[in-house]
T-cell receptor
Framework: EPEVTQTPSHQVTQMGQEVILRCVPISNHLYFYWYRQILGQKVEFLVSFYNNEISEKSEIFDDQFSVERPDGSNFTLKIRSTKLEDSAMYFC????????????FGPGTRLTVT | RKEVEQDPGPFNVPEGATVAFNCTYSNSASQSFFWYRQDCRKEPKLLMSVYSSGNEDGRFTAQLNRASQYISLLIRDSKLSDSATYLCAVNQAGTALIFGKGTTLSVSS
């Protein structure tokens, strides 16, 4: 399966700052997702994006978060006013949306909020 | 949201051993089932989808029991390189994956 790239690989930010995490998915995939994994915990769903709209979001995905596809290719997750508890690995994933419903994860961005 | 539960682990086995992981899911509407492998501080990598009839990929065999809402993964002839955390995940028709906490496998020589 072709790779999804994510940038940056590691982001350190101060509490209260805004961060933008980027993902470059494969263009022929229909479904895009953001997940996070706090160290030592399970992978948690944040939001899914289909046809340039949010299709589903979790309770975690509150007003602090937003997603965009600003140029039709890159896919961004913005976290406004970061908190210490936002420190986690953030994974972008994509799916073809075919009957397999398989999702493939990017390498992730490690976000550290100090 | 309903949960996915996995064996707590860790599983420590010698090379060549056969090891089985179990996973239960609580949402009976779940439609798709997966096993992922995750190495330390890396992304989950899809190991295999789990089909109703069961499926095999080399040394790996996955089984699904919809009635019991139970998924399993069997690894035969364990290799050192199989050491990782194995994540069970379920979803409904392309929606969010719901993951278990994972089971850690350590294969030793």
């Amino acid at each position: 399966e072709p790779e999804v790239t994510q940038t940056p690989s590691h982001q350190v930010t101060q509490m209260g700052q805004e961060v933008i995490l980027r993902c470059v998915p494969i263009s022929n995939h229909l479904y895009f997702y953001w997940y996070r994994q706090i160290l030592g915990q399970k992978v948690e769903f944040l939001v899914s994006f289909y046809n340039n709209e949010i299709s589903e979001k979790s309770e975690i995905f509150d007003d602090q978060f937003s997603v965009e596809r600003p140029d039709g290719s890159n896919f961004t997750l913005k976290i406004r006013s970061t908190k210490l508890e936002d420190s986690a690995m953030y994974f972008c994933a994509h799916g073809r949306g075919d009957r397999t419903y398989e999702q493939y994860f990017g390498p992730g961005t490690r976000l550290t909020v100090t | 949201r309903k949960e996915v539960e996995q064996d707590p682990g860790p599983f420590n086995v010698p090379e060549g051993a056969t090891v089985a992981f179990n996973c239960t899911y609580s949402n009976s509407a779940s439609q798709s089932f997966f096993w992922y492998r995750q190495d330390c501080r890396k992304e989950p990598k899809l190991l295999m989808s789990v089909y109703s009839s069961g499926n095999e990929d080399g040394r790996f065999t996955a089984q699904l029991n919809r009635a019991s809402q139970y998924i399993s993964l069997l690894i035969r002839d364990s290799k050192l390189s199989d050491s990782a955390t194995y994540l069970c995940a379920v979803n409904q028709a392309g929606t969010a994956l719901i993951f278990g906490k994972g089971t850690t496998l350590s294969v030793s020589s």
